[in-house]
Every structure is written in structure tokens, then in C-alpha cells.
């Protein structure tokens, strides 16, 4: 029974995406065209990207809110730098995302500032810097190659969605099987421990944050060669939605444990929930309030109220049924 | 038995000295460990036990002294050099990190990798078979840590220890969580790793059990070193007598007390771990709760007190039954409660002895405003009767020892002055001459009518201090015995389902 929970509880993500795909397949005709399928990888790009970099610093216990920041920092950069040529514009792009990664693992790491108060700070500052740099005003370039990369697609398949695949392939493999990425784990699970052990726990926390700018770095390059646009004022709900995907997907906050994979699933029933939403015509306020009925949903149907209520409550129908049954015992 | 190779101390730490701002934690002390030979490091809260393994293992640097390792001078900064040099340490709470499998937590830190930095995997689960092998453990080095019990965690750290070539290994408190027969299992694992010539540095607050594993024994005092008792030598009493500098603690309460009338009745106690639990407890009585880890003995204060739901049964107290759905209705009926984890679960560890003792019963004035006056001079008088050793009232508990934190918790419940008392683990981690204070104080409580139900894992405990002791057995009463008459063995017997049915102390009730 409690192996049967369990394992549904692994699986619940791929079930509720099961779900919602059959679902919109269903009541959706415009769903399951080649087209419509497109549209949805091309939306979910850029967020399950930022979302795969954000669950490696969940895996660790804290979070990161300067993801927004650093993905507009780097579509600024971008634009204003693809006059050197669309590579080193986006290294340049990617590297400024590193170093802001680095800054908040210092931060957290070594001056141990809470997560929430470091990636706040390191947030408003970068927002603030590229909005004086720009005098808030976005930077367009035409650029065919960024556009390629922002829009374009390769044997029906958007490009975009090859980097998230990337991202999500590399981001697990490394966690999966290198020292640095089993630690960032071990930081997260008991930190203590992996001290103790004489693991570097400092390098694996930095590392981590890193790992989540990097790709909110490739996220804003991403962003920007598909607006052809670099804004500094993009993505300012980036870090809380793929915070969502995260928890949608299964990962705890808690840190220690989870899977970048099972965050895709997460990212996907995000992006599919709003694309099937957009189909069936429902207004995008109400969207909102739907997404995040679901993502409090699933996160309290793991908390120990309910199961503990829903305890109670079995139990309270068990003795009623056994008064009603044997009315002389009481 | 002895080779002459044993008699060759394989570590040996001279002139060790430690000190924090405003306090000296060790002063020159020394300690040495043989090869294969089993050495208990002893003292009280305090004495500088963990300040001197820490400095082994790397945690804290000495001020002074030098430590040595098979006749090299050791310079151990961190964690990672000790390790380097081939010195081990089980901590009490264990370092294992829950989600990951056995075998990564054994080879955590050392993990073995291939040629472009990838984990080599098949090796190191090789290896963890192996190691788990030797120690004859039967756990799959792919589960999970989390879902291992205790004394399975407790045999993955031991698993570590012998992966990694030791020489020195530092168990601090390992038995603390263990049942006898868990207890048991891991004393032979120490004999296997002795076998091996690792030379273990023990520390137990269980007397018996270093009665039996020591090879020899260190005693600490205050920070300074005491003495080294031989094989031969090592007796309680000489134990208790050099670790407090006097005799005789546990003694039993000799004056007579005077048992009143049913105060709290208890009947037919059911929750989904307690089954079918009644008891009576009468004014002026002290009833202990024995019983093996897990045998529901906690489950059953905390029902009592309105923790844990209860699936049936009813709660009499002074004659009238009381519903206790919440601690809330078990206070204001007349009950305190000291849980079994001070920290976690009575403390406010950042705030004020103050506030700590005032929590359970504030004094409001009539806009709901705390009356700071009344606070300060209760919190005082608990402060002078208990003998609670704070340099002030604002001084936050954390600061404290062991010894006065629980004494904090126990004035926060005679504050509201209770009919009934319930102490789970009452000394557990605090040192012998506090635990002798608190005995005392619950003496005198009872003396004047309170009602005490005490659970507690250490027998000579509840035989010093109880007139009668309930024993559980996997969630139900197993027999009530009278402790004037009773022994631990009796007690033991009844706890692991040897003896079964009634006992004396039954006829009271």
C-alpha cells in the first residue's frame, strides 16, 4: 500500500501531464496539430531552461530570485554586443550571468546570507544597473542568425526547444554522475555531513547558482533573438514561475533531493495547462488563478495537514460505520 | 591476551589545550589510544569531552599541545586532514545524507571516478557490497539512507569508518538511540573492528555499557585531565567518583512519602501505537513508564497530554473526565508536560529564561499586555528555588547547560501549578550531578502532593526515583511493578516479552 503511494506520488507529475494531454486532445480540435505542437515547445523554451538551472539551487535548499534580472542583463548584453558577432556576443551574454552566479555563491556560500535576502539583492541590483544603462529603453538589431535561433526551426522542430532539451540532458547528467554535482546534493541533504567528509561544500553551493545564472543567461539570449528585442524590463516573473514548474514537477524545496527531469514534466504542464487554456478561450487573468490553484494543489496534497486530516477523516467513517453496524457495542 | 604491540599507543595527545572567550574548555590535557584497544573517554556535560574530539577530528584548532600519530607529529586544521591521516568519527547525530544510496554515503567525499571525472559507479557499489560484507550487514548499498532505521544508519557510519583504512575511530554516543538488542549487534561490530588493530575512542553516558567495552578509561573534569583507569579498575563507582569528585549519586529516595488518592486515571488508552493503555496515578506518587524504544511509551503521555489523537478511551483527573484534544484543555485541566527533546520541542532556545519560564501561564494585564514585574519576579523565584544556574533573567536559554534548560522547562509547568506532571526523559543528556539535582527536586515535588508520571530509558533512573513503574511492551502495559521491590533484570524481562501478566504493583490500584 504505502510502495503503491509511493510510487504514485514519483509519478504524479507524468500522470497529471498524461492527463492534461489527453484532455486538451479531446476537447481541443487545434491541440494535436503539427503546428500547435511548435507553438508550445517554442513557449516553454525559455522558461524550462531557467527552470532546470533553478532546480540544481533548490537541490541545495535555496532558491534563486535573480534569475529575471540576469535573463534581461543578458538580452541586453546581447544586442549590445552582436556587432562583434553573434558568438561572442552571447559568451559575453553568458559569462555576465556566470560572474552574477559566482556573487551570489559568495554571498550565500562563504558571507552565509540567506538565499531569499542574496538573489533579492543581487535581483534589484541588476535590474537597476541595466535600466540606468538603457534609460529603460529596449534595443532592437535585426540579426538573422539570432532570429534563427529565437524562431527558426530545424527538421519541424523549433530550435529553442534543442537547447532545452541540452540544458535538461546536460544539467541531469552532471548531477547524476560528477563529484560536483552529487555535492550539490550533499549541501542540500546535510550539509554538515558532506563537511565533514571533507567534501567542498562553499565550491558545490557556488557552483550550483552558477549553474541556475547560466542558464537564465541562455534563457535571455534566447528571449532576446526571439523578440529580435533586448528589454531590460523582461521576465521580471521568471523566477517564480520556474520556481512553480519546480514544485509542479516534484522536486522538494526542502532541497537534498528531486530530478531536473522530473522538473521538464513540470515545465511542460505549465505550458500545456496555458496553451490549451489559450485554445479553449479562457481569459489569461484566469489563467493565472488556475496555475496557481494547481501548483498549491499539488504541493498540499504532499504536506502533512491534509494527509493527517485525511487520516481523521477515514477513520471517523470507519467508527461510524462500525456504530452503525453493531449499534450494542457503545 | 595484551601483545606487547598493543602495549605501543598508536595516537597520543599531550598538553591539549582549549579556550573559548570566557572559558577554558580543556586545560593540558591527555589522552592515548593502542591499537585495538577500546578507550572511553568520560566526563560530564562540560567536562571537554567533545572539545577534545573535535580538536581530533578536525573541527576546532587546539591553542596548544601537539597530538601524534604512530610517532608523527599531526598538524590537523580541518575535517579532511584527519580524515587523511587515518582518523574516523561517528558523530551522535549521524552524518549520512538521506537521500542518497548507502554506497554514496560510504564513499561520500572519496567517491571513486573514472577518467574524464565521471563517478565510477559499479566500483564503488563493488566496494560498498564489499565493506557491508565484512561487517556482516545485510543492506542493499543501492537503498536509500532514509528509508534504513537507525541502528542501520548507525551500521552505514560504521561501514564508512572501515572503508577507509582507519587507524583512529571517535564513536561519540553511539548507543544513544539504540535498543538493547541493537546495542548488542553493535558491540560485536566493535569487537571485528578491534580485530582489525583500530584503536576507538569511546564515549557513553551509559555506565554499564563501558563496563563491558572499555579496555581502558579517561576521565575529565572541568576540563582537566583526572585519570586513566585500566581494564581492571573500571567500576561505576569509580567512574562516578572521579567524573563528579564524590560518591554515590544514584541513591534511592530513603524518607517515605506519603501516596494519597487517585489523582489522574487512565483508561483503556487507544491511539493507532498505544493499545488498550490503563493506569492510575495517586497524589504524592511518582510512576515511571519503562519500556524498549518504540514500545509506546512516549505515544502515551503525549495522548494523555492531548498530543497525539485518541482513538478511544478515557482521561479521569481528580474524578472527572476530561476532554484533552489539545494540550491547551491538558493545561488548563491541571497538567505540564516536559517533552523528551528539550530543544526541539519545550525551548524557546533565543529567548529569555524570562520569557521561557512565563510561556505556559502569562500574565496579562487588562489590554492583553505582558506584566513584565510579575514574569520577572516568577521567573526569579524559580531561579532560587530550583537552583537554576543563569548569570540573569534576560539570559537566553541556549546558553545554558543541559541541566538548566530542563530545570527552565520544569518551572515553566509548577508555574501554572499543576496536579499532574509528566516528565519524558527528564535527564536525558544532562551530566550525573544535575541528573542527581533533578531527582532530588522531583522528590520534594512529590513530598507535597504533586503527582509525577516520568518515562525514562535508563533503569537505575526510574528505580532511584519511582515508587512504582509501568513497563510497555509494543504499545501495551506488560506488567506494573513496585521499584522498592523490583530489579532491572525483572524490568528488562518484562520490556522484551519474557515475563507477561500483572507484577506487584498491580494490587494498588
Known sequence: MSGFVKTTRELRALVMLLLLFVVMAVTSPDFLTVRNIQNILLQIAVNGIV???????????????????????????????????VI???????????????????????????????????????????????????????????????????????????????????????????????????????????????????????AAYSISSASAALAGVLLAARLSTGSPVVAQDAPLLAIAAVVLGG???????????????????????????????????????????????????????????????????????????????? | MTSPKQEIPV??????????????????????????????????????????????????????????????DLDVNNPADARRYGIGTIHQELMLVPDLSVAENIFLGREPVRARGRIDWKAMHQEA???LEELCVSIDSYQPVRTLSVAQKQLVEIAKALSQNLRVLVMDEPTS??????????????????????????????????????????????????????????????????????????HRWSGQRKIGEPVLEVQHLTTPIVKDVSFTLHKGEILGIAGLMGSGRTETVRAV?????????????????????????????????????????????????????????????????RRLTEERQVAQSYIQSLDIRTPHLEQETLFLSGGNQQKVVIARWLSTNPQVLILDEPTRGIDVSAKGEIH??????????????????????????????????????????????????EIIAYATGQLTGGGAGETRD
Not at chain 1, 91 to 120: E, Q
Not at chain 1, 174 to 194: D, E, H, K, P, T
Not at chain 1, 290 to 301: C, E, P, R
Not at chain 2, 15 to 23: N, T, Y
Request: hydrophobic share 50%; net charge positive; glycine share 10%.
Open chain 2, 177 to 250: 538511540a539504540l535498543t538493547e538488542q541493537e546495542t548488542a549487534h553493535l558491540m560485536d561490530r566493535i569487537m571485528l573492528l578491534k580485530k582489525k588493530g583500530i584503536g576507538i575512542l569511546y564515549i557513553s553516558h551509559r555506565l554499564e555499557e563501558i563496563m563491558s567495552v572499555a579496555d581502558r578509561a579517561t576521565i575529565l573534569r572541568d576540563g582537566e585531565y583526572i585519570g586513566t583507569l585500566e581494564k581492571g579498575e573500571i567500576s561505576s563507582n569509580r567512574i562516578i567518583e572521579m567524573m563528579v569528585g564524590r560518591q554515590d549519586v544514584y
Open chain 2, 305 to 369: 497530554f492531548g498530543i497525539d489523537p485518541r482513538l478511544s478511551g478515557r482521561i479521569v483527573l481528580q474524578g472527572r473526565e476530561i476532554s484533552v484534544k489539545h494540550p491547551q484543555k491538558a493545561i488548563s485541566a491541571g497538567m505540564g508536560f516536559a517533552p523528551e527533546d528539550r530543544k526541539d520541542q519545550a525551548l524557546f532556545l533565543g529567548m529569555s529564561v524570562r520569557t521561557n519560564v512565563n510561556i505556559a501561564r502569562l500574565f496579562l494585564n487588562r489590554w492583553g499586555l
Open chain 1, 88 to 206: 561572442p556576443a552571447i559568451l559575453i551574454a553568458t559569462v555576465a550571468g556566470v560572474l552574477v552566479g559566482l556573487i551570489n555563491g559568495y554571498l550565500i556560500s562563504k558571507a552565509r546570507i540567506n538565499p531569499f535576502i542574496a538573489t533579492l539583492s543581487t535581483m534589484i541590483i541588476i535590474r537597476g544597473i541595466i535600466m540606468g544603462a538603457t534609460d529603460a529603453h529596449p534595443i532592437s538589431v535585426w540579426n538573422e542568425t539570432l532570429f534563427f535561433l529565437g524562431l527558426g526551426s530545424v527538421i519541424g522542430i523549433p530550435v529553442c526547444a534543442f537547447f532545452l532539451v541540452a540544458v535538461v540532458v546536460i544539467l541531469h547528467y552532471f548531477v547524476s554522475n560528477y563529484r560536483m554535482g552529487r555535492y550539490i546534493l550533499v549541501s542540500g541533504g546535510n550539509v554538515q555531513a558532506g563537511y565533514l567528509a571533507g567534501a567542498p561544500m562553499k565550491a558545490a553551493i557556488t
Open chain 2, 440 to 489: 532530588e527536586l522531583m522528590a520534594q515535588l512529590a513530598a507535597k502532593g504533586m503527582a509525577i508520571l516520568i518515562v525514562s530509558s535508563e533503569l537505575p533512573e526510574l528505580l532511584t526515583v519511582c515508587d512504582r513503574i509501568l513497563v510497555m511492551r509494543e504499545g501495551q502495559v506488560a506488567g506494573t511493578l513496585m521499584a522498592c521491590s523490583t530489579t532491572q533484570a
Open chain 2, 11 to 72: 595516537l597520543v595527545m599531550e598538553g591539549i589545550s582549549k579556550s573559548f572567550p570566557g572559558v577554558q574548555a580543556l586545560k593540558n590535557v591527555r589522552f592515548d589510544l593502542r591499537a585495538g584497544e577500546v578507550h572511553a573517554l568520560l566526563g560530564e556535560n562540560g567536562a571537554g569531552k567533545s572539545t577534545l574530539i573535535k580538536i581530533l577530528c578536525g573541527a576546532y584548532r587546539k591553542d596548544s599541545g601537539h597530538i601524534r600519530l604512530e610517532g608523527r
Open chain 1, 51 to 85: 527552470a532546470a538551472g533553478m532546480t540544481v539551487v533548490i537541490f541545495t535548499g535555496g532558491f534563486d530570485l535573480s534569475v529575471g534580472s540576469v535573463m534581461a542583463l543578458a538580452g541586453v548584453l546581447l544586442m549590445k554586443t552582436v556587432s562583434l558577432g
Open chain 1, 251 to 330: 522536486t522538494s524545496l526542502a532541497g537534498g533531493s528531486g530530478s531536473i527531469l522530473k522538473t521538464l514534466l513540470g515545465v511542460l504542464i505549465l505550458g500545456i495547462l496555458s496553451n490549451g487554456l489559450n485554445l479553449l478561450e479562457v481569459s489569461s487573468y484566469y489563467q493565472t488563478i488556475i496555475k496557481g490553484v494547481l501548483v498549491v494543489g499539488v504541493v498540499a496534497s504532499d504536506a502533512p495537514g491534509l494527509a493527517q486530516w485525511a487520516q481523521m477523516l477515514r477513520r471517523r467513517v470507519a467508527s461510524a460505520r462500525i456504530q452503525r453496524e453493531h449499534p450494542s457495542l457503545d
Open chain 2, 129 to 131: 557490497r564489499r565493506v
